[in-house]
């Protein structure tokens, strides 16, 4: 079961840090705001997965200390994933090694919920849900990525997002 549980809002406090409030989320939370999480050992057993899901494409993300030239440079590219956004196609994240946060914006509170991904976690971000990643304190994740079209990769802010069509299409999906 991935670790999920209410995020503190501590921003004095790095957001690698597990910035745990020690309030638990269920797995059925997850699923009210339209979440999957599945935890899979094999890759044949993602790839069936992905298949059932009619995925096409995929890559894979290495996220290090020593995948930048430097640590400003790697706290730049921190900072746009840790800026919360949506994308317009539900995605798969599925980690293969190390460790990272997802925290996934629930929209019928505001809360952020964090989940800690492991090795074998596999989460399905439904289109138009907001979140944002990090690293944990170990400063390594390697991440496969896979999208239902092409991997263009584009982000939307919040708030500019929230008028998208598939912002309100995941309201509405959810109950909203
Ligand atoms: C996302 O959607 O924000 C990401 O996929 C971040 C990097 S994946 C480890
Ligand atoms: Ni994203």
Redesign the pocket.
Known sequence: MVKAYVHDNDASVDFREDHDTGKPVSLERLEKIGLIYRKFDTQQDVDSFALERNYKNRDI?N?TVDSFPDEETMMSKLNV?YAE?L?EDE?I?YCLDGE?FFDVRDPFNEEWIRCRVQKGDLLV?PAGVY???TLTSDNF?K?L?LFKEEPKWL?YNRPEADKNRYRQEYLAQVGL
């Open positions: 993300v996220i994933f956004h994308h995605e994240r990272g971000l979140h944002r990643f994740i991440a990525r982000a």
